[in-house]
Nanobody
């Protein structure tokens, strides 16, 4: 039930970059798998990327692989999403999520806590 807070969203031109941050106020951040999801207007929530508790394993949606990079700094209780080569279809509200136990990194139902989201808008 610990709040996650996303930041770093904004407006960027196609081909540009943004870095999203997600801060976790909890004291056990390092044991959580962290994920990023996004949701565009009128569409379902979509998996973007996830990173294991140790940071040794990362997972990406095919649509962002090679362009986005997820990372974490457990000392700062923060997970990041570096987004490069942004496309208009990347426009969405991006949500950070935390999970203690997972079967599938891309399954939103397995995440325990969510942030409020940060808007990313990519103009053509």
């Amino acid at each position: 039930q610990v709040q996650l807070v996303e930041s770093g969203g904004g407006l960027v031109q196609a081909g540009g970059s943004l870095r999203l941050s997600c801060a976790d106020a909890g004291r056990t951040f390092s044991i959580y798998t962290m994920g990023w999801f996004r949701q565009a207007p009128g569409k379902e929530r979509e998996f973007v990327a996830a990173i294991s508790w140790s940071g040794s394993s990362t997972y990406y949606a095919d649509s962002v692989k090679g362009r986005f990079t997820i990372s974490r700094d457990n000392a700062k209780n923060t997970v990041y999403l570096q987004m490069n080569s942004l496309k208009p279809e990347d426009t969405a509200v991006y949500f950070c999520a935390a999970a203690r136990t997972l079967r599938f990194f891309s399954n939103p139902d397995e995440y325990d806590r969510w942030g409020q989201g940060t808007q990313v808008t990519v103009s053509s």
